[in-house]
Protein backbone atom coordinates (compact mmCIF):
# COMPACT_ATOMS: atom_id res chain seq x y z
CA UNK A 1 0.00 0.00 0.00
CA UNK A 2 2.09 3.66 -1.18
CA UNK A 3 1.59 5.50 1.66
CA UNK A 4 1.93 9.47 2.04
CA UNK A 5 3.68 9.25 5.38
CA UNK A 6 6.31 6.54 4.42
CA UNK A 7 3.82 3.65 5.90
CA UNK A 8 4.46 0.98 3.22
CA UNK A 9 4.64 -2.34 5.41
CA UNK A 10 1.37 -3.65 4.21
CA UNK A 11 1.79 -3.99 0.04
CA UNK A 12 4.36 -6.29 -0.67
CA UNK A 13 1.96 -8.03 -3.75
CA UNK A 14 0.09 -5.13 -5.58
CA UNK A 15 -2.65 -7.99 -6.14
CA UNK A 16 -2.74 -8.74 -2.43
CA UNK A 17 -2.28 -5.56 -0.36
CA UNK A 18 -3.57 -5.58 2.98
CA UNK A 19 -5.95 -2.87 5.34
CA UNK A 20 -6.62 -0.08 2.76
CA UNK A 21 -7.24 3.46 4.28
CA UNK A 22 -10.45 5.08 4.35
CA UNK A 23 -10.26 8.78 2.08
CA UNK A 24 -9.40 11.67 3.06
CA UNK A 25 -11.76 14.76 2.84
CA UNK A 26 -10.53 18.56 2.95
CA UNK A 27 -13.11 21.78 2.75
CA UNK A 28 -12.25 25.53 2.76
CA UNK A 29 -14.22 28.66 2.90
CA UNK A 30 -12.03 31.38 2.90
CA UNK A 31 -12.62 34.77 0.41
CA UNK A 32 -9.67 35.89 -0.54
CA UNK A 33 -7.41 33.16 0.35
CA UNK A 34 -6.16 30.58 -2.57
CA UNK A 35 -9.09 28.15 -1.91
CA UNK A 36 -7.33 25.50 -4.57
CA UNK A 37 -3.92 25.60 -3.52
CA UNK A 38 -4.97 25.61 0.33
CA UNK A 39 -7.18 22.11 -0.98
CA UNK A 40 -4.06 20.82 -2.48
CA UNK A 41 -2.12 21.19 0.69
CA UNK A 42 -4.47 19.76 2.96
CA UNK A 43 -4.92 16.87 0.73
CA UNK A 44 -1.23 16.60 0.53
CA UNK A 45 -1.89 15.93 4.38
CA UNK A 46 -4.10 13.64 3.89
CA UNK A 47 -2.45 11.33 0.94
CA UNK A 48 -1.89 8.03 3.15
CA UNK A 49 -5.78 8.17 3.86
CA UNK A 50 -6.09 7.49 0.07
CA UNK A 51 -3.90 6.65 -3.10
CA UNK A 52 -6.17 6.15 -5.92
CA UNK A 53 -7.25 8.84 -6.92
CA UNK A 54 -7.78 12.61 -5.84
CA UNK A 55 -9.82 16.17 -7.00
CA UNK A 56 -10.65 19.21 -6.00
CA UNK A 57 -14.24 21.72 -6.49
CA UNK A 58 -13.92 24.87 -6.58
CA UNK A 59 -16.53 28.08 -6.61
CA UNK A 60 -16.03 31.50 -6.96
CA UNK A 61 -19.80 32.11 -6.61
CA UNK A 62 -21.15 32.22 -9.91
CA UNK A 63 -20.64 28.12 -10.76
CA UNK A 64 -18.90 25.32 -9.56
CA UNK A 65 -15.93 23.57 -11.39
CA UNK A 66 -14.09 20.30 -10.79
CA UNK A 67 -10.77 18.82 -11.82
CA UNK A 68 -10.47 15.00 -10.39
CA UNK A 69 -7.99 12.00 -11.95
CA UNK A 70 -6.86 8.84 -11.04
CA UNK A 71 -3.15 9.07 -9.15
CA UNK A 72 -1.86 10.91 -6.55
CA UNK A 73 -2.28 13.98 -5.03
CA UNK A 74 0.93 15.35 -6.52
CA UNK A 75 0.46 13.62 -9.74
CA UNK A 76 -2.58 14.81 -10.47
CA UNK A 77 -2.41 18.60 -9.53
CA UNK A 78 0.39 21.14 -10.97
CA UNK A 79 0.18 24.94 -10.60
CA UNK A 80 -1.43 25.92 -13.70
CA UNK A 81 -3.97 23.27 -12.45
CA UNK A 82 -4.14 25.13 -9.58
CA UNK A 83 -3.93 28.63 -10.45
CA UNK A 84 -6.92 27.95 -12.92
CA UNK A 85 -9.62 26.74 -9.55
CA UNK A 86 -10.31 30.31 -8.85
CA UNK A 87 -12.62 30.72 -6.23
CA UNK A 88 -13.50 31.64 -2.36
CA UNK A 89 -14.59 27.69 -1.55
CA UNK A 90 -13.79 24.41 -2.41
CA UNK A 91 -13.72 21.07 -0.94
CA UNK A 92 -11.13 18.01 -1.76
CA UNK A 93 -10.83 14.23 -1.82
CA UNK A 94 -8.10 11.66 -2.09
CA UNK A 95 -9.34 7.98 -2.25
CA UNK A 96 -8.85 4.56 -1.57
CA UNK A 97 -11.84 3.27 -3.17
CA UNK A 98 -14.61 1.51 -0.62
CA UNK A 99 -17.59 1.00 -2.53
CA UNK A 100 -16.79 0.71 -6.31
CA UNK A 101 -14.20 0.55 -8.03
CA UNK A 102 -10.70 2.31 -9.10
CA UNK A 103 -11.62 4.35 -11.77
CA UNK A 104 -12.49 7.90 -13.46
CA UNK A 105 -16.13 7.57 -13.24
CA UNK A 106 -16.02 7.21 -9.26
CA UNK A 107 -13.09 9.56 -8.21
CA UNK A 108 -14.18 12.74 -6.48
CA UNK A 109 -15.51 15.19 -5.94
CA UNK A 110 -19.01 13.69 -7.46
CA UNK A 111 -21.35 16.49 -9.27
CA UNK A 112 -24.46 16.86 -10.24
CA UNK A 113 -27.28 20.21 -11.10
CA UNK A 114 -30.53 20.16 -10.32
CA UNK A 115 -33.10 20.99 -12.60
CA UNK A 116 -33.02 24.79 -11.03
CA UNK A 117 -29.49 25.35 -11.88
CA UNK A 118 -27.92 25.41 -8.66
CA UNK A 119 -24.45 22.95 -8.55
CA UNK A 120 -23.65 19.93 -5.84
CA UNK A 121 -19.99 18.44 -5.36
CA UNK A 122 -19.50 16.13 -2.90
CA UNK A 123 -16.72 14.12 -1.18
CA UNK A 124 -16.86 11.57 1.48
CA UNK A 125 -15.43 9.69 3.65
CA UNK A 126 -16.45 6.04 5.22
CA UNK A 127 -18.75 3.89 3.69
CA UNK A 128 -22.88 3.22 3.33
CA UNK A 129 -24.21 -0.24 4.18
CA UNK A 130 -27.51 0.72 2.57
CA UNK A 131 -26.11 1.53 -0.85
CA UNK A 132 -28.76 -1.43 -2.89
CA UNK A 133 -31.52 0.51 -1.11
CA UNK A 134 -29.94 4.02 -2.04
CA UNK A 135 -29.65 3.03 -5.65
CA UNK A 136 -32.98 1.84 -6.06
CA UNK A 137 -34.58 5.07 -4.85
CA UNK A 138 -32.12 6.88 -7.51
CA UNK A 139 -33.78 4.61 -9.93
CA UNK A 140 -37.29 5.60 -8.63
CA UNK A 141 -36.59 9.32 -8.50
CA UNK A 142 -35.68 8.69 -12.57
CA UNK A 143 -31.80 9.83 -11.90
CA UNK A 144 -28.59 7.96 -13.22
CA UNK A 145 -25.43 7.91 -12.44
CA UNK A 146 -23.50 7.59 -15.66
CA UNK A 147 -21.06 4.77 -14.66
CA UNK A 148 -20.27 5.51 -11.54
CA UNK A 149 -20.62 2.75 -8.63
CA UNK A 150 -19.94 4.37 -5.90
CA UNK A 151 -22.26 5.43 -2.95
CA UNK A 152 -21.16 9.14 -3.09
CA UNK A 153 -22.41 9.08 -6.36
CA UNK A 154 -25.88 7.94 -5.09
CA UNK A 155 -26.08 10.37 -2.29
CA UNK A 156 -24.81 13.43 -4.37
CA UNK A 157 -28.22 12.94 -7.04
CA UNK A 158 -30.34 12.43 -3.94
CA UNK A 159 -29.21 15.70 -2.86
CA UNK A 160 -29.97 17.01 -6.10
CA UNK A 161 -33.34 15.40 -6.77
CA UNK A 162 -35.04 17.62 -4.03
CA UNK A 163 -34.94 21.54 -6.59
CA UNK A 164 -38.32 22.52 -4.46
CA UNK A 165 -35.75 22.69 -1.57
CA UNK A 166 -31.84 24.16 -0.67
CA UNK A 167 -29.30 22.37 -0.49
CA UNK A 168 -29.25 22.48 3.41
CA UNK A 169 -33.23 21.40 3.84
CA UNK A 170 -32.39 18.72 0.95
CA UNK A 171 -29.70 17.42 3.32
CA UNK A 172 -31.52 17.04 6.52
CA UNK A 173 -34.26 15.02 4.47
CA UNK A 174 -31.64 13.19 3.09
CA UNK A 175 -28.71 12.29 5.67
CA UNK A 176 -31.10 10.45 8.09
CA UNK A 177 -31.84 7.92 5.45
CA UNK A 178 -28.55 7.31 4.91
CA UNK A 179 -26.68 3.93 6.84
CA UNK A 180 -23.07 3.60 7.44
CA UNK A 181 -20.18 5.73 8.20
CA UNK A 182 -20.31 8.88 6.50
CA UNK A 183 -18.07 12.25 7.09
CA UNK A 184 -19.08 14.56 4.00
CA UNK A 185 -18.06 17.83 2.99
CA UNK A 186 -20.05 19.26 0.04
CA UNK A 187 -20.89 22.45 -1.46
CA UNK A 188 -23.17 24.43 -4.12
CA UNK A 189 -22.16 27.70 -5.25
CA UNK A 190 -22.05 29.84 -2.43
CA UNK A 191 -21.87 27.35 0.93
CA UNK A 192 -20.02 24.69 2.78
CA UNK A 193 -21.55 21.92 4.42
CA UNK A 194 -20.41 19.37 6.62
CA UNK A 195 -21.65 16.40 7.92
CA UNK A 196 -20.99 12.75 10.02
CA UNK A 197 -23.01 10.09 10.57
CA UNK A 198 -24.26 9.88 14.07
CA UNK A 199 -22.20 7.15 15.34
CA UNK A 200 -18.88 9.43 14.21
CA UNK A 201 -17.17 6.25 12.80
CA UNK A 202 -15.13 8.55 10.77
CA UNK A 203 -12.88 11.19 11.59
CA UNK A 204 -14.51 14.75 10.67
CA UNK A 205 -12.70 17.96 12.54
CA UNK A 206 -13.62 21.84 11.81
CA UNK A 207 -10.42 24.49 12.27
CA UNK A 208 -10.44 28.65 11.84
CA UNK A 209 -8.57 30.68 9.25
CA UNK A 210 -7.98 33.97 9.93
CA UNK A 211 -9.91 34.88 7.17
CA UNK A 212 -12.15 31.79 6.71
CA UNK A 213 -13.20 28.06 7.98
CA UNK A 214 -11.79 24.56 7.22
CA UNK A 215 -12.91 21.07 7.72
CA UNK A 216 -10.71 17.69 7.33
CA UNK A 217 -10.24 14.16 8.10
CA UNK A 218 -7.80 14.87 10.65
CA UNK A 219 -6.34 17.85 12.73
CA UNK A 220 -2.56 17.35 10.89
CA UNK A 221 -4.08 18.79 7.78
CA UNK A 222 -5.26 21.36 9.85
CA UNK A 223 -2.03 21.98 11.12
CA UNK A 224 -0.39 22.04 7.69
CA UNK A 225 -2.66 24.80 6.19
CA UNK A 226 -1.88 26.70 9.09
CA UNK A 227 -5.70 26.40 10.53
CA UNK A 228 -6.38 26.08 14.38
CA UNK A 229 -8.49 23.12 15.71
CA UNK A 230 -11.79 24.68 16.64
CA UNK A 231 -13.72 21.46 17.37
CA UNK A 232 -14.81 17.87 16.31
CA UNK A 233 -17.70 17.77 13.79
CA UNK A 234 -20.34 16.09 16.21
CA UNK A 235 -21.48 12.43 15.26
CA UNK A 236 -25.53 13.00 13.56
CA UNK A 237 -24.43 17.15 12.86
CA UNK A 238 -24.63 19.47 9.59
CA UNK A 239 -22.77 22.39 9.15
CA UNK A 240 -22.89 24.81 7.12
CA UNK A 241 -20.63 28.31 6.32
CA UNK A 242 -21.29 30.96 4.05
CA UNK A 243 -21.26 34.74 3.86
CA UNK A 244 -23.34 34.74 6.99
CA UNK A 245 -20.90 32.67 9.25
CA UNK A 246 -21.22 28.95 10.68
CA UNK A 247 -24.53 27.53 11.55
CA UNK A 248 -25.00 23.86 12.92
CA UNK A 249 -28.18 21.84 12.87
CA UNK A 250 -28.70 18.41 14.16
CA UNK A 251 -30.10 15.38 11.95
CA UNK A 252 -29.56 12.31 13.71
CA UNK A 253 -29.18 12.44 17.85
CA UNK A 254 -25.30 11.22 18.07
CA UNK A 255 -24.66 7.28 19.27
CA UNK A 256 -20.47 7.86 19.03
CA UNK A 257 -18.38 4.32 17.94
CA UNK A 258 -15.25 6.07 16.37
CA UNK A 259 -13.17 3.63 14.47
CA UNK A 260 -10.94 1.85 16.95
CA UNK A 261 -8.48 1.01 13.74
CA UNK A 262 -7.38 5.01 13.12
CA UNK A 263 -5.44 5.20 16.32
CA UNK A 264 -3.64 1.41 15.09
CA UNK A 265 -2.79 2.59 12.05
CA UNK A 266 -4.57 4.69 9.89
CA UNK A 267 -4.54 7.92 11.19
CA UNK A 268 -1.57 10.06 11.39
CA UNK A 269 0.87 10.27 14.23
CA UNK A 270 0.48 14.06 14.70
CA UNK A 271 -3.33 13.65 14.54
CA UNK A 272 -5.54 13.85 17.27
CA UNK A 273 -9.07 11.93 17.78
CA UNK A 274 -11.00 12.39 20.56
CA UNK A 275 -8.51 14.65 22.26
CA UNK A 276 -6.19 11.88 22.67
CA UNK A 277 -2.69 12.15 20.03
CA UNK A 278 -2.32 9.09 17.93
CA UNK A 279 1.45 8.86 18.52
CA UNK A 280 1.27 8.35 22.47
CA UNK A 281 -1.96 6.05 21.89
CA UNK A 282 0.45 4.13 19.62
CA UNK A 283 3.44 4.43 22.24
CA UNK A 284 0.89 3.11 25.29
CA UNK A 285 -0.22 0.59 23.16
CA UNK A 286 3.63 -1.03 23.01
CA UNK A 287 4.12 -0.17 27.00
CA UNK A 288 0.69 -2.67 27.52
CA UNK A 289 2.40 -4.81 24.55
CA UNK A 290 5.70 -5.38 26.67
CA UNK A 291 3.46 -5.85 29.70
CA UNK A 292 0.72 -8.95 28.14
CA UNK A 293 4.08 -10.24 26.39
CA UNK A 294 7.79 -9.99 27.49
CA UNK A 295 10.44 -11.99 26.59
CA UNK A 296 14.27 -11.62 27.09
CA UNK A 297 15.47 -10.35 23.77
CA UNK A 298 18.54 -8.09 22.67
CA UNK A 299 16.75 -5.19 20.56
CA UNK A 300 13.68 -3.75 19.72
CA UNK A 301 12.79 -2.89 16.03
CA UNK A 302 9.50 -1.21 14.46
CA UNK A 303 8.29 -2.10 11.18
CA UNK A 304 8.62 1.32 9.54
CA UNK A 305 6.83 3.58 9.62
CA UNK A 306 3.40 2.58 11.11
CA UNK A 307 4.97 0.03 13.71
CA UNK A 308 7.45 2.77 15.52
CA UNK A 309 5.58 4.34 18.18
CA UNK A 310 4.50 1.59 19.09
CA UNK A 311 8.39 -0.33 19.04
CA UNK A 312 9.31 2.54 21.09
CA UNK A 313 6.44 1.58 24.17
CA UNK A 314 7.56 -1.82 24.12
CA UNK A 315 11.40 -0.78 24.20
CA UNK A 316 10.49 1.70 27.62
CA UNK A 317 8.41 -0.77 29.09
CA UNK A 318 10.14 -3.91 28.73
CA UNK A 319 13.77 -1.81 29.09
CA UNK A 320 15.27 -3.54 25.96
CA UNK A 321 17.17 -1.45 23.63
CA UNK A 322 15.03 -0.01 20.76
CA UNK A 323 16.75 0.17 17.76
CA UNK A 324 16.85 -0.23 13.49
CA UNK A 325 16.86 -2.94 11.78
CA UNK A 326 14.51 -2.54 9.10
CA UNK A 327 15.16 0.52 6.60
CA UNK A 328 12.79 1.43 4.30
CA UNK A 329 12.67 2.80 0.75
CA UNK A 330 10.89 6.37 1.50
CA UNK A 331 10.32 6.53 -2.30
CA UNK A 332 8.46 3.65 -3.56
CA UNK A 333 5.10 4.55 -3.55
CA UNK A 334 1.92 3.39 -6.11
CA UNK A 335 3.45 0.89 -8.28
CA UNK A 336 1.92 1.11 -11.82
CA UNK A 337 4.58 -0.75 -13.27
CA UNK A 338 4.72 -4.70 -11.95
CA UNK A 339 7.63 -6.42 -11.19
CA UNK A 340 8.56 -9.22 -12.67
CA UNK A 341 8.38 -12.64 -11.50
CA UNK A 342 12.01 -12.84 -10.35
CA UNK A 343 11.84 -9.15 -8.90
CA UNK A 344 7.81 -10.67 -7.30
CA UNK A 345 9.98 -12.88 -5.42
CA UNK A 346 12.17 -10.09 -4.12
CA UNK A 347 9.00 -8.90 -3.03
CA UNK A 348 9.68 -6.88 0.64
CA UNK A 349 12.87 -6.11 -0.45
CA UNK A 350 11.68 -3.29 -2.80
CA UNK A 351 10.51 -1.26 0.17
CA UNK A 352 12.18 -2.92 3.27
CA UNK A 353 15.92 -3.80 3.32
CA UNK A 354 17.61 -5.31 6.88
CA UNK A 355 19.79 -3.92 8.34
CA UNK A 356 22.71 -6.46 8.68
CA UNK A 357 24.89 -5.34 11.13
CA UNK A 358 22.16 -4.55 13.96
CA UNK A 359 20.72 -7.96 13.54
CA UNK A 360 23.39 -10.35 13.12
CA UNK A 361 23.35 -12.52 16.46
CA UNK A 362 21.07 -10.99 17.70
CA UNK A 363 17.62 -11.80 19.47
CA UNK A 364 14.94 -9.55 17.83
CA UNK A 365 11.66 -8.36 18.44
CA UNK A 366 9.77 -6.82 15.72
CA UNK A 367 6.60 -4.59 16.29
CA UNK A 368 3.97 -4.39 13.78
CA UNK A 369 0.73 -2.71 13.83
CA UNK A 370 -1.51 -5.51 12.58
CA UNK A 371 -1.46 -8.82 10.72
CA UNK A 372 -3.72 -9.36 7.67
CA UNK A 373 -3.15 -12.23 5.40
CA UNK A 374 0.44 -12.38 7.34
CA UNK A 375 2.27 -12.18 3.66
CA UNK A 376 4.48 -8.84 4.93
CA UNK A 377 5.56 -10.80 8.45
CA UNK A 378 6.26 -14.05 6.95
CA UNK A 379 8.66 -12.23 4.64
CA UNK A 380 10.16 -9.99 7.22
CA UNK A 381 11.36 -13.12 9.45
CA UNK A 382 12.61 -14.89 6.75
CA UNK A 383 14.47 -11.66 6.19
CA UNK A 384 15.90 -10.78 9.77
CA UNK A 385 16.58 -15.03 10.09
CA UNK A 386 18.71 -14.41 6.30
CA UNK A 387 20.45 -11.65 7.99
CA UNK A 388 21.67 -13.31 11.00
CA UNK A 389 19.07 -13.02 14.03
CA UNK A 390 19.19 -15.56 16.78
CA UNK A 391 15.59 -15.35 16.80
CA UNK A 392 12.52 -13.59 15.82
CA UNK A 393 9.89 -12.71 18.20
CA UNK A 394 6.55 -10.84 16.33
CA UNK A 395 4.74 -7.64 18.72
CA UNK A 396 1.54 -6.50 17.27
CA UNK A 397 0.05 -3.30 18.10
CA UNK A 398 -3.71 -4.81 17.63
CA UNK A 399 -5.81 -7.33 18.42
CA UNK A 400 -6.46 -10.45 15.81
CA UNK A 401 -8.33 -9.06 12.90
CA UNK A 402 -11.30 -11.56 12.69
CA UNK A 403 -13.90 -9.38 10.54
CA UNK A 404 -14.53 -7.42 7.99
CA UNK A 405 -14.94 -3.74 7.91
CA UNK A 406 -17.94 -2.43 6.00
CA UNK A 407 -17.61 1.20 6.88
CA UNK A 408 -14.74 2.15 5.35
CA UNK A 409 -11.72 0.66 5.86
CA UNK A 410 -11.07 -2.25 2.96
CA UNK A 411 -9.58 -5.55 4.62
CA UNK A 412 -9.38 -8.99 2.36
CA UNK A 413 -12.79 -10.72 2.97
CA UNK A 414 -12.70 -13.11 6.11
CA UNK A 415 -11.81 -15.83 4.31
CA UNK A 416 -8.40 -14.53 3.25
CA UNK A 417 -8.17 -13.31 6.84
CA UNK A 418 -5.16 -15.38 8.72
CA UNK A 419 -6.64 -14.93 12.14
CA UNK A 420 -10.07 -16.16 11.03
CA UNK A 421 -8.56 -19.72 10.57
CA UNK A 422 -5.53 -20.37 13.09
CA UNK A 423 -5.20 -19.43 16.50
CA UNK A 424 -2.17 -17.41 17.94
CA UNK A 425 0.10 -20.19 17.99
CA UNK A 426 -0.82 -21.31 14.12
CA UNK A 427 -0.27 -18.07 13.24
CA UNK A 428 2.96 -17.89 14.71
CA UNK A 429 3.99 -21.35 13.20
CA UNK A 430 2.41 -20.02 9.86
CA UNK A 431 4.72 -16.47 9.46
CA UNK A 432 7.51 -18.49 11.32
CA UNK A 433 8.03 -16.93 14.38
CA UNK A 434 9.32 -17.86 17.58
CA UNK A 435 6.93 -16.15 19.74
CA UNK A 436 3.84 -14.03 18.48
CA UNK A 437 2.11 -11.33 20.77
CA UNK A 438 -0.88 -9.64 20.21
CA UNK A 439 -2.06 -6.87 22.66
CA UNK A 440 -5.26 -7.22 24.15
CA UNK A 441 -8.66 -5.44 23.25
CA UNK A 442 -8.89 -4.33 26.61
CA UNK A 443 -5.16 -2.81 26.80
CA UNK A 444 -5.56 -1.57 23.15
CA UNK A 445 -9.29 0.00 24.12
CA UNK A 446 -7.28 1.78 27.10
CA UNK A 447 -4.34 2.99 25.18
CA UNK A 448 -6.90 5.37 23.27
CA UNK A 449 -8.78 6.85 26.96
CA UNK A 450 -11.89 6.24 25.03
CA UNK A 451 -14.96 4.13 26.46
CA UNK A 452 -15.25 0.71 24.84
CA UNK A 453 -18.68 1.83 24.56
CA UNK A 454 -18.16 4.66 22.42
CA UNK A 455 -15.84 2.94 19.62
CA UNK A 456 -16.29 0.99 17.19
CA UNK A 457 -14.34 -2.39 17.34
CA UNK A 458 -15.64 -4.42 14.81
CA UNK A 459 -13.15 -5.83 13.03
CA UNK A 460 -11.72 -7.14 16.60
CA UNK A 461 -14.66 -8.75 17.57
CA UNK A 462 -17.57 -8.57 15.00
CA UNK A 463 -20.04 -6.16 17.17
CA UNK A 464 -21.14 -4.56 14.26
CA UNK A 465 -22.81 -0.92 15.63
CA UNK A 466 -24.43 -0.31 12.61
CA UNK A 467 -26.94 -3.02 10.95
CA UNK A 468 -25.43 -4.55 7.85
CA UNK A 469 -27.97 -5.39 5.16
CA UNK A 470 -28.99 -9.61 4.86
CA UNK A 471 -27.79 -11.23 1.83
CA UNK A 472 -24.83 -10.24 -0.24
CA UNK A 473 -26.07 -6.53 -0.34
CA UNK A 474 -23.19 -5.16 1.17
CA UNK A 475 -19.26 -5.12 0.06
CA UNK A 476 -17.17 -2.73 -2.01
CA UNK A 477 -18.42 -3.90 -5.40
CA UNK A 478 -22.01 -3.69 -4.42
CA UNK A 479 -23.64 -1.15 -6.98
CA UNK A 480 -21.75 -3.38 -9.81
CA UNK A 481 -23.86 -5.72 -9.71
CA UNK A 482 -27.45 -3.81 -8.37
CA UNK A 483 -26.77 -1.43 -11.19
CA UNK A 484 -27.25 -4.03 -13.65
CA UNK A 485 -30.55 -5.21 -11.72
CA UNK A 486 -32.23 -2.46 -11.06
CA UNK A 487 -35.07 -0.81 -13.59
CA UNK A 488 -34.65 2.68 -15.12
CA UNK A 489 -30.79 3.01 -14.42
CA UNK A 490 -27.94 5.13 -15.67
CA UNK A 491 -27.20 4.46 -19.15
CA UNK A 492 -29.76 5.71 -21.41
CA UNK A 493 -27.97 9.24 -21.64
CA UNK A 494 -31.19 11.35 -20.52
CA UNK A 495 -29.71 11.36 -17.28
CA UNK A 496 -27.98 14.60 -15.83
CA UNK A 497 -24.70 12.74 -15.33
CA UNK A 498 -20.85 13.79 -13.57
CA UNK A 499 -18.79 15.25 -16.51
CA UNK A 500 -15.63 13.37 -17.03
CA UNK A 501 -12.75 15.10 -18.31
CA UNK A 502 -9.14 14.03 -17.85
CA UNK A 503 -7.18 16.70 -19.35
CA UNK A 504 -9.09 19.96 -17.44
CA UNK A 505 -11.57 21.21 -15.27
CA UNK A 506 -15.47 19.91 -15.71
CA UNK A 507 -18.31 22.27 -15.02
CA UNK A 508 -21.71 19.70 -14.66
CA UNK A 509 -24.59 20.49 -16.89
CA UNK A 510 -28.39 20.00 -16.41
CA UNK A 511 -30.16 17.42 -18.41
CA UNK A 512 -27.73 18.37 -21.91
CA UNK A 513 -25.53 15.34 -23.60
CA UNK A 514 -23.31 13.87 -21.71
CA UNK A 515 -20.35 15.18 -23.72
CA UNK A 516 -20.69 18.32 -23.16
CA UNK A 517 -20.23 20.65 -20.31
CA UNK A 518 -22.30 23.82 -19.82
CA UNK A 519 -20.63 26.63 -17.30
CA UNK A 520 -21.98 30.05 -17.23
CA UNK A 521 -22.79 29.71 -20.74
CA UNK A 522 -19.60 28.61 -21.97
CA UNK A 523 -19.35 24.68 -23.54
CA UNK A 524 -16.16 23.16 -22.75
CA UNK A 525 -15.71 19.51 -24.30
CA UNK A 526 -14.46 16.50 -22.83
CA UNK A 527 -14.01 12.78 -22.74
CA UNK A 528 -16.94 10.59 -23.62
Not at 55 to 74: C, Q
Not at 103 to 113: D, K, L, M, V, Y
Request: aromatic share 6%.
Amino acid sequence: MPRGDGRLSHELDPQRPGPQDACGVFAVWAPGEEVAKLSYFGLYALQHRGQEAAGIAVSDGSGVVVYKDLGLVAQVFDEPTLASLRGHLAIGHTRYSTTGGSTWENAQPTIRATVTGTTIALAHNGNLVNTAELAREVSARGMGVDGSTSDTALVTALLASRPDLSVEAAALEVLPTLRGAFSFVFMDETTLYAARDPHGVRPLVLGRLERGWVVASETAALDIVGASVVREVEPGELIAIDEHGLRSARFAAPEPKGCLFEYVYIARPDTTIAGRNVHAARVQIGRKLAEEHPVEADLVIPVPESGTPAAIGYAEASGITYGAGLVKNAYVGRTFIQPSQTLRQLGIRLKLNPLRENVRGKRIVVVDDSIVRGNTQRAIVRMLREAGALEVHVRISSPPVNWPCFYGIDFATRAELLANGLDTDGIRRSIGADTLGYVSLTGLIAATEQPKTRLCRACFDGEYPIELPAGNLVGKHVLEGVGRRVAGGAGDGSDTVEQENLAGPVSPAPAVSPYVAVAGGAETSHRP
